[in-house]
Nanobody
Framework: QVQLQESGPGLVKPSQTLFLTCTVS??????????WSWIRQPPGKGLEWMGV???????YYSPSLKSRTSISRDTSKNQFSLQLNAVTPEDTAVYYC?????????????WGQGTQVTVSS
């Protein structure tokens, strides 16, 4: 069974850079059947897709976040990471990593438990 676990700081100051890591166990992030996403949920709002890194390392980002977001991976550790630059209080959210696959549409079949990130001075 695939498991995902987010890790990173719970508190970040405005204008700083947020780094989060997702550690994957029970499956390889280089498996050609899947891609690996970051999704967040601000308080009182819905889920917001941030971006994805595919099995071959190619990346795709939400247009609204593209200028501030970078997703990378470390295949030796079976981890992928999120970098979000110049954070503001509006980036306060629960951040999730999730595994995605395409079957007609995109499905997310495994999620991390989520990690709360608060942007505040």
């Amino acid at each position: 069974q695939v498991q995902l676990q987010e890790s990173g700081p719970g508190l970040v100051k405005p204008s700083q850079t947020l780094f989060l890591t997702c550690t994957v166990s029970g499956g390889s992030i280089t498996s050609s059947s899947y891609a690996w996403s970051w999704i967040r949920q601000p308080p009182g709002k819905g889920l917001e897709w941030m971006g994805v890194i595919a099995y071959d390392g190619s990346t795709y980002y939400s247009p609204s976040l593209k200028s501030r977001t970078s997703i990378s991976r470390d295949t030796s550790k079976n981890q992928f990471s999120l970098q979000l630059n110049a954070v503001t209080p509006e980036d306060t959210a629960v951040y999730y990593c999730a595994r995605a696959f395409r079957y007609g549409t995109i499905w997310y079949d495994n999620w991390g438990q989520g990690t709360q990130v608060t942007v505040s001075s």
